[in-house]
């Protein structure tokens, strides 16, 4: 019975020490020393119309009176833009450098989380 209650007793001391031993994280910041945009150029074809004045094809040729009528003409051209998908970072914490993908561009430096373990 003693032995039991001595297990008991040691379980319970080491339970209590357990939540001294966890995970502890922190924001900190990393200089950033490389930004490359995701560029992606895209076509976006327009219809462009304009319109010209025609002649008009006559049936009888003993007038000399030409007419004319408005003709509108289209067609397609292309139309390019670009647009930035997201950037390749690389910032250095600590004497290492790390790369990573973000949505943004962070400027000249970004939040980094510090996650402290014991080992």
């Known amino acids: 019975m003693k032995s039991h209650m001595k297990a008991i007793i040691a379980a319970l001391g080491v339970a209590s020490v357990m939540p001294l031993a966890h995970a502890v994280s922190d924001d900190d910041y990393a200089p950033v020393t ?28 003993w007038s000399d009176d030409v007419q004319f009528q408005q003709v509108q003409k289209c067609h397609m051209v292309d139309h390019y833009t670009t647009r930035t998908d997201g950037y390749t970072v690389t910032y250095v914490y600590q004497g290492r450098a790390y790369t990573t993908e973000m ?14 373990q014991p080992s």
């Open 34 to 61: 490389r930004v490359t945009p995701h560029v992606t150029t895209v076509n976006e074809p327009q219809q462009v119309c304009h319109t010209e004045t025609v002649p008009i094809e006559r049936e009888h040729y």
């Open 103 to 116: 949505p943004y561009d962070p400027g000249g430096r970004v939040r980094v989380t510090v996650d402290v």
